[in-house]
């Protein structure tokens, strides 16, 4: 960690910060209440920080577990002087287990998370049935699940496994992928998996209405 993300982090974290605790909804978070989408393992916070700036109505929550990004992305946004984000350093898992309740958010991002090519290690990648149903189980109806990755084979992992999670449907048609990142934007680990040449996977599932059918008005 440098010296100006430690600062950052002694300095803003109190602004920023979610402390552990209680339940976390927009009104938690903000004082009032407003779209909320979670970045699930952030990074350095760019692709938060461009969203944020380029959507002020909404509430984004960024979870990571990285010290350094962390660092990073509250200085970027006391720099930006943007006020709807907050930041939460953690595993996700145990969030969204313990502290997101059913139904609340509009939407849910995990964008080129830890890809654990080797064929042993595979068991610790985050896109997994029992999260996959946790991220579900808190989307609003309506509300995306939007998947990012640039290893055709967990990309492939993702379809199965989110085309086995009952709430949600693919727009695209069952078992397709999006056909492009929609407002995206283009995050540290896309660029580096392009210039080593991989190809880049997108996969935007939206939670069902309570009926079963898709709700309209997707985030
Ligand atoms: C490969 S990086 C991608 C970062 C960013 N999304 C990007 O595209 O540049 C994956 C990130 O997920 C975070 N991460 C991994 N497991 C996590 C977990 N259980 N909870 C929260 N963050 C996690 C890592 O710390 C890392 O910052």
């Known amino acids: 960690m440098t010296d100006a993300q ?47 700036a380029a959507y002020p109505e ?21 720099a930006r002087g943007l006020d709807n984000v907050r930041v939460l350093r953690g595993d996700a898992v145990a969030v969204f287990e313990e502290r997101i309740p059913e139904s609340s958010l ?7 998370p830890d890809p654990w090519p080797k064929k042993r290690h595979q068991k610790r990648r985050l896109v997994q049935p029992a999260l996959v149903a946790l991220w579900a189980r808190a989307l609003r109806p309506g509300g995306t699940l939007h998947l990012a990755t640039d290893w055709e084979d967990y990309a492939l992992g993702m379809l199965e496994v989110t085309g086995a999670e009952p709430r949600l449907v693919s727009p ?19 660029r580096r998996g392009r210039r080593l040449g991989h190809g880049v996977w997108d996969l935007v599932l939206v939670r069902r209405g309570d009926q079963g059918s898709p709700a309209s008005g997707a985030a």
Do not use: M
């Open 6 to 52: 430690r600062r950052a982090i002694e300095e803003l974290w109190p602004r920023f910060g979610v402390e552990e605790g209680s339940r976390i909804d927009a009104v938690s978070l903000f004082g009032r209440s407003l779209p909320l989408a979670v970045e699930v393992g952030f990074g350095n916070g760019d692709a938060l920080l461009q969203l944020a």
């Open 58 to 78: 909404r509430g984004f929550l960024g979870i990571d577990v990285y010290p350094p990004g962390v660092g990073r992305l509250l200085a970027g946004l006391a």
């Open 106 to 112: 509009d939407a849910v991002y995990v964008w080129f």
């Open 172 to 190: 695209a048609g069952p078992g397709r992928f999006a056909e492009g990142p929609g407002d995206r934007p283009v995050t540290r680990f896309e």
